[in-house]
């Protein structure tokens, strides 16, 4: 793993874990937790959060030398991941149900750009790519798309199906899914 | 009209009493009349009696339209119940008519009024030398009697003070000349303005301007300099101007409360409260062995007696307290002092004690005397109450905690809670300095007017800064003030965003707000 991620000193201080009654304080720090979780995400190259399990991770909690423990409450979570849906940075995988969210460190615009850009830098233009090549494939390898989630790159790729830069053949599976690209820049 | 004197009104426009005065009725929306006429600037007020005066407070001037009279000068009274639009009055007779008022020995005043007249100056011991006051028929110092020359062979319109001053060696250019003007002396003393003014005690030639003799301390009968004011002595007050045609006024009752008001007066009148201090003294003939330490120790040992016989009457039944309240009250305040000489309590609970008896015994109007202007007249005594307690305070305190206080120095005579609070909510009506505040949680709280939440919060927030975080009861030990009202405090200066919360098992604490300024620049 690469080397750890650095909290902000934000991140040690009792108050950010408790969700603040004042409306100013309030936006500021549900809009300090979204920098966080998206810095996070995109360091760890994470791209689904399951509130239960990551309730326990280093990201929100703190435990510092003088004893003094705070965790995020679940609420607390939702209510931070309600603002980045307003945002657009993250989105509930099936709402109404609050359990897991999408985030975008990148837009699935911004996904499509990226995938589009490669396809025509290597001259794979009119040919069909999978999905799966995309996603994990040898030479997606050192790009920033390497191995995003599926659902993000299903989202970005409708983005380009519909500018009409691509076509998508269906496959027997989402990973036999077969993409062409028309190599228009879009 | 001119028998009126000036009266100084307290900061709450509340009369300022003399000593052993009470409060006897309050009734507001009163006119006077002078004569028939109606009376310019005293058209409609607060009328006040007390044990001693009926007061006339002004709702619009008061300050300078502030007036009241002796009781004792009132002759005669009449009580008329009113017709159609004509107002219930009571009128107050002077009978200045009667030149014979000195001789009319019916009249159950006029040996207290022939007795105070003739000894408007005090009188000098001829054992000791000592200047008595008017009222003590012996010496203060040595117990001797007072000379009977002084007193009863004196002729009604020629004072002692002449008799005093010319066998002192009064200078015999000086001419001091008497107006008896019926049971009021006005006493003018012709000036000679190259050398000043001679002091009837002691023959000092005092400067004109001078109203007391700068080496004696006696008045010097001056009265000619304005806003030269005297509580204490009826025949020295500032008159109000005018001469009155008539020798009677009237007091117009507009809002009811005649009747109440009339038998309470009544009542003053037949209590004649001002003879008191000398009825209490009897006057008994010089005994020899009422002199020296023998004398001081019989006279402890009287004393001791007296009070014994106070307790047991006081607790007797309840009416019986009511009429020796004043007795009462002294003797617990001497009881007072030597309890707290005798404390070994700490210096500061020591001062507040002290403090606190300052406030003790001025307090207690109650239901009865101020009817329906009851409300009005606690939240003005309330608020001199809370000039001295609040600003310690930190100008804000909560209801309850003012309820404690405030009937604790009351002592007797205490306030229901549902009194304080509409005393209080009258605050804002009576332009008093206070306002009563109901927070979010239903927490009342009365604060000065002049009390900012910015300070408070700038004062929090120092605090905090200083101790890094705080709980609630935390900051209320530190401050010394109720945790209901700390709380409050804290919510006010959260909204402000000032300072931001930390909730876990152990309660909430409160940060110095980091999180609403602070900016991550990324990794």
Redesign the interface.
């Known amino acids: 793993m690469e080397n750890s991620?650095?909290f902000?000193s934000?991140h040690n201080?009792?108050?950010?874990?408790?969700l603040?009654?004042?409306q100013?304080?309030w936006q500021?720090?549900a809009a300090?937790w979204s920098?966080?979780i998206l810095?996070y995400y995109r360091?760890h190259k994470l791209y689904r959060l399951e509130l239960f399990e990551s309730l326990n991770s280093e990201l929100f909690n703190f435990n510092n030398n003088q004893g003094i423990k705070?965790r995020l409450r679940l609420e607390t979570l939702q209510a931070i991941i309600d603002t980045m849906v307003k945002r657009g940075t993250a989105e509930w995988e099936s709402p109404p149900k609050k359990v897991s969210a999408i985030i975008y460190w990148r837009k699935p615009e911004e996904w499509a750009n990226l995938i589009n850009n490669w396809i025509l830098e290597t001259g794979m233009s009119n040919s069909i790519v999978t999905v799966y090549e995309i996603a994990h494939g040898e030479s997606s390898e050192g790009f920033e798309f390497h191995g995003l989630d599926q659902t993000i790159l299903m989202k970005a790729l409708d983005i380009l199906v519909k500018k009409g830069v691509a076509q998508i053949f269906q496959g027997t599976s989402t990973d036999d899914m077969g993409v062409k690209f028309f190599g228009i820049n879009g | 009209m001119d028998r009126f004197t000036r009266v100084d009104l307290t900061s709450t426009l509340r009369p300022i009493l003399g000593e052993g005065e009470t409060i006897l009725a309050i009734q507001d929306n009163v006119g006077l009349y002078d004569g028939n006429e109606k009376a310019a600037g005293y058209m409609c007020g607060k009328v006040y009696l007390t044990s001693h005066r009926i007061i006339y407070v002004d709702s619009e001037q008061p300050n300078t339209n502030s007036i009241g009279v002796e009781i004792k000068l009132i002759k005669g009274r009449e009580f008329y119940t009113g017709f159609v639009k004509s107002s219930p009055k009571i009128t107050l007779k002077f009978s200045d008519s009667n030149n014979n008022l000195y001789n009319n020995n019916s009249s159950p005043s006029t040996s207290t009024l022939s007795l105070q007249n003739t000894l408007s100056s005090t009188w000098i011991c001829t054992i000791c030398s000592y200047s008595n006051k008017p009222q003590n028929i012996k010496c203060q110092v040595c117990g001797v009697k007072r000379p009977e020359n002084l007193t009863s062979s004196t002729p009604p319109s020629a004072l002692s003070l002449t008799s005093i001053s010319f066998a002192a060696g009064t200078p015999s250019q000086q001419t001091i000349t008497h107006q008896s003007s019926f049971n009021n002396n006005i006493i003018e003393t012709s000036i000679d303005e190259s050398d000043g003014i001679a002091c009837p005690k002691c023959t000092f030639l005092n400067h004109p301007s001078m109203i007391r003799c700068e080496l004696c301390d006696a008045e010097l009968g001056t009265f000619k300099i304005d806003g030269f004011k005297n509580d204490n002595d009826v025949t020295l007050g500032n008159r109000v101007s005018g001469k009155s045609k008539e020798d009677f006024i009237k007091l117009a009752f507009r809002n009811g409360g005649v009747a109440a008001f009339y038998d309470k007066m009544k009542q003053a009148m037949n209590m004649k409260e001002w003879e008191k201090p000398e009825s209490t003294k009897s006057p008994t003939d010089f005994d020899p062995v009422r002199g020296g330490i023998s004398g001081i120790m019989r006279s402890a040992e009287k004393n001791k007696k007296e009070q014994d016989e106070y307790l047991n009457q006081a607790f007797k039944d309840i009416e019986s307290l009511k009429t020796i309240t004043e007795e009462m009250v002294k003797l617990a305040q001497s009881i007072n002092a030597r309890l707290s000489k005798e404390s070994v309590e700490s210096q500061a609970s020591a001062d507040e004690i002290s403090n606190f008896k300052t406030n003790l015994f001025k307090l207690g109007i109650t239901k009865d005397e101020a009817g329906a202007t009851y409300h009005q007249e606690l939240a003005r005594e309330l608020a001199e109450f809370l000039e001295n307690v609040l600003n310690k305070e930190d100008g804000m305190m909560s209801l309850t905690d003012i309820y404690c206080i405030f009937n604790r120095a009351r002592g007797v005579a205490l306030i229901s809670p549902n009194d304080l609070y509409k005393a209080c909510s009258l605050f804002e009506r009576l332009n008093l300095p206070f306002r009563l505040r109901k927070y979010e949680s239903g927490l009342l709280v009365v604060h000065l007017l002049a009390h900012s939440d910015d300070q408070i919060a700038q004062r929090i927030l120092e605090c905090i800064q200083s101790k890094g975080?705080l709980s609630a009861i935390e900051l209320a030990s530190i401050e010394q003030k109720s945790v209901v009202l700390v709380n409050e405090q804290l919510q006010m200066v959260?909204?402000k965003?000032l300072i931001?919360?930390?909730?876990?098992v152990e309660g909430i604490?409160y940060?110095d707000?980091?999180?609403?300024?602070?900016v991550?620049k990324?990794?």
């Open positions: 991620f650095s902000p934000i201080f009792p108050p950010f874990y408790t603040q009654p004042t100013t304080t500021n720090q300090l920098e966080i810095a360091h705070r | 975080s959260e909204d965003g931001c919360r930390d909730e876990s604490r940060y707000n980091l999180i609403i300024n602070y991550w990324g990794n």
